[in-house]
């Protein structure tokens, strides 16, 4: 409230001494004129009384003034500093929120969120087609009997597998005489497609199966392998994994993933597959191409590197060179594929031959017909402007480690 004049009891705000003067200047006197009263001067403003019983009221109306005014001060900040304390617990509220969401959304897009693995996938995948009228009961039944076989055995079906596409190739090449000066090629390898268990997650399984499928062929390995001969299930090759880690392989890695694969739809990359080759005392390497080295994003150094791979120790002036070299894993961001050769063009330019899982059986059996304009192609080669992804990993297999290198 505003104070009050000491005279007359009405609110007279901030003009207090003005209106003072005009009401009631008849009982104050002033300063020096000789009057002989005593003159009291107010200490916080220049209202000059005679009465002082008038002066002490007159300072308490200041007094109250200033308290009045320090609470509302205070009340103020108090107000302000608790709307400001629920704005930040709102906002962190909302932030918590938001990352738990985050983490969700990351959990179900790389398989971590204990929705099932390869076995729940395919049965509810196979459930669906059949309410869209697109399989038949019996042939539902008979595809689970095959599948809950193979994942018994823990060998894969070979129901997504090509074979004979690096034959071809050679035979194509040989043929060949327009721009390709010089390809080298892989040692025999398997292509093998996603299914209806692993459909947008298994892709780092099936690229593992088709370095392992050249792997067999190659009797440099066969002391590794002697324990698997036959091509691995995925829920087969997760346990595999899983035991690289219990012997103490990317231990980090394997906190990544709670230690557990089998059972989930959990994606996998270089780190997964380096660790599972050394396992089986298969010497390989991690190689990080972590930012472009050419323009408009592109990786001259990773085609450089691929060639120098299949072209050391295979230097002789065949056109086709049919190398022992195994191929090369290759994973980015969101995906990997299998390296299975390279070209090199009459002008120099370079050109990877790479093998997707996600292309389908029906695509890669066109590669095994003769097609003397190779239009086929297309699907297996990328050339440096096709690869602009922000970095690439590659897992390069380079021989056999003896039991204390493992160690």
Known sequence: APPECPFCGEAAGRELEEHVRARHGHLLGAPGTGDGEQLYECPMCSLTCTNVQILEEHVDLHLEEHNLSEGGNIRDLELAQRLQTEEDEWQRSEEEKREREEFKKLQRQYGLDNSGGFKQQFLKNMEREVDRGKMQPFEYHKRKADMMESLAFGIDDGKTKTSGVIEALCKYYQNENKDVRRVWLSVGVDHFHSSLGDRGWGCGYRNFQMLLSSLLQNSF???????????????????????????????????????????????????EIYSLLTSLRIKCQIIDFHKPTGPMGTHPRLFEWILHYYSTDNEG???????????????????????VGIEEKKNKS???????????????????????????????????????????QIVAVDGVLSLEEKA
């Open 221 to 271: 390995y066969n002391d590794c392998l002697r324990d698997t001969t036959l091509i691995p299930s995925i829920p087969k090759i997760q346990s595999m994994i899983e035991d690289a880690w219990r012997e103490g392989f990317d231990p980090h890695g394997a906190s990544h993933f709670n230690n557990r694969l089998h059972g989930s739809k959990a994606w996998i990359g270089a780190c």
């Open 317 to 339: 002036g065949a056109k086709v060179v049919c190398t022992s070299k195994p191929p090369i894993y290759l994973q980015h961001q969101g995906h990997s594929r299998t390296v």
């Open 350 to 392: 370079l050109c990877l031959l790479l093998f997707d899982p996600g292309c389908s059986s029906q695509e890669m059996q066109k590669l095994l017909k003769q097609n003397s304009d190779g239009t086929g192609l297309k699907l297996l080669r990328k050339f440096v402007g096709s690869l602009k992804e922000k970095q690439y």
